[in-house]
């Protein structure tokens, strides 16, 4: 199957840094997902980018499918950005990587 | 559009006990997705339907799993004979998807059942 790895794993940031989080993957693949899984395990939809660059608000991301990776940006961090970030790639099943833990410091 | 819901949203089984989750996926949704994720790791897929036939089942899912998708509509995931291991969230995700890799595939989650067996 498809193998996802995702650095750092932990990640500590003070409120207002910034942030990049890695997602290497090792087949082509025609979906990439981003989540953020709340503290109650909600999964919540970041990003759908299979290719090329996307932003919402503080968080944007870039897919490089011809290099098997993606990056998550976090600017200005917030308290409320804490919680695990999860990349996930498919054809049609998801594999997730492990996941970054991010801790935001007030 | 309500999103994804499961049912119940929590479950303590003793062992042995058989238990079954529910999942309602977006209406429109054709595709229907059941993943299992234990402490610190991410989610494992389990198997997933397109309306109501059940296209792959995971090595994961033992013979005490089952999951049905009458009428292509809601689906249940049941386990018999719950032992400890199974302890953990169940999670399900839907998404309008056509053919075996269809170029887009956006998967939506329910917000879980955590099972606990003692």
């Known amino acids: 199957g498809i193998q996802v790895e995702q650095s750092p794993p932990d990640l500590i940031l003070q409120e207002g840094a910034n942030s990049t989080l890695r997602c290497n993957f090792s087949?082509?693949?025609?979906?990439l997902q981003w989540f953020h899984q709340n503290p109650w395990g909600q999964l919540i939809n970041l990003f759908y980018?299979?290719?090329g660059t996307k932003q919402n608000g503080r968080l944007s991301a870039t897919t490089v499918a011809t290099e098997r990776y993606s990056l998550l940006y976090i600017s200005s961090s917030q308290t409320t950005d804490s919680g695990v970030y999860f990349c996930a790639v498919s054809d049609y099943k998801l594999s997730f990587g492990a996941g970054t833990t991010v801790t935001v410091r007030a | 559009d309500t999103g994804v819901s499961q049912d119940p949203r929590h479950k303590i089984t003793k062992r042995g006990q058989n238990v079954t989750f529910r999942c309602d996926p977006i209406?429109?949704?054709?595709?229907l997705y059941w993943y299992r994720q234990t402490l610190g790791q991410g989610p494992e897929f389990l198997t997933y339907?397109?309306?109501?036939?059940?296209?792959?089942k995971s090595r994961l899912l033992s013979d005490r799993f089952s999951a049905e998708r009458p009428k292509g509509s809601f689906s249940t995931l049941e386990i018999q004979r719950t032992e400890q291991g199974d302890s953990a969230m169940y999670l399900c995700?839907?998404?309008?998807?056509?053919?075996?890799?269809?170029?887009?595939?956006?998967?939506?989650f329910g917000p879980g059942t955590r099972l606990t067996v003692l």
């Open positions: 087949d082509s693949v025609n979906n």
């Open positions: 980018i299979p290719s």
């Open positions: 995700a839907s998404s309008t998807a056509f053919g075996l890799a269809s170029s887009y595939n956006e998967q939506f």
């Open positions: 339907f397109q309306n109501e036939a059940q296209l792959e």
């Open positions: 209406s429109e949704h054709n595709r």
